[in-house]
Nanobody, 118 residues
């Protein structure tokens, strides 16, 4: 059974940085894609970033040039380095995994809160 556990959320000031991690267990190969979605209070879930098994990543426009997604296949872990944070980045961030490699996430973690103060 695939399980995802996020860590690294917390409180940051605008302009600051945070680094999220998501460790996957119960996965048998490295051909999966992993990424992040977020949900702000009163809003729906929003795609943030995704990384394929090859290491290629892509982002929603609002985080380009600020966020960097990476992965460690040996540890089945994906990271999201968030820089130049803005108050509008405040949300619960969920890690997702798609066994096919794309961003149609079949599995999600429980989420980690990120709060950015102005």
């Amino acid at each position: 059974q695939v399980q995802l556990v996020e860590s690294g959320g917390g409180l940051a000031q605008a302009g600051g940085s945070l680094r999220l991690s998501c460790a996957a267990s119960g996965i048998s190969d490295s051909n999966y894609g992993m990424g992040w979605v977020r949900q702000a209070p009163g809003k729906g879930r929003e795609f943030v970033a995704h990384i394929r098994s090859s290491g290629g990543g892509y982002y929603t426009d609002s985080v380009k040039e600020r966020f960097i997604i990476s992965r460690d296949n040996d540890k089945n872990t994906v990271f999201l380095e968030m820089n130049k944070l803005k108050p509008e980045d405040t949300a619960v961030y969920y890690c997702g995994l798609d066994p096919s490699g794309e961003a149609m996430y079949k599995y999600y973690g429980r989420g980690t809160q990120v709060t950015v103060s102005s």
